[in-house]
């Protein structure tokens, strides 16, 4: 698993984001951020400190300008060769 802290702020121009992975993210303050499934459908998204949020891989995604702060975790192959179980319990 993979852990960032992630603050999405203003942008020039509303872009494309796709997932490679699941990821499940935490909001760390009060914000919003212009999200929508295309372009023309972006609509504002507010939310609170402690949120939880959900983000599928390969789902695509429009994002516009925002005041966001989240933490979110992201998922990572299983190493070849390795034991899940152990390796999910270290």
Request: charged residues 25%; hydrophobic residues 40%.
């Amino acid at each position: 698993m993979r852990v960032v802290v992630d603050v999405h702020g203003s942008v020039r121009e509303p872009y494309l984001q796709v997932h490679e992975e699941h990821v499940v993210a935490m909001m760390l303050r009060h914000g919003a951020i212009e999200v929508g499934a295309r372009r023309a459908a972006m609509r504002r998204v507010t939310f609170q400190a402690g949120e939880m949020g959900f983000l599928p891989s390969q789902t695509e995604r429009w994002i516009g300008s925002g005041d966001q702060e989240r933490l979110p975790f992201h998922s990572l192959p299983w190493p070849a060769g390795s034991d899940k179980r152990s390796a999910a319990l270290s």
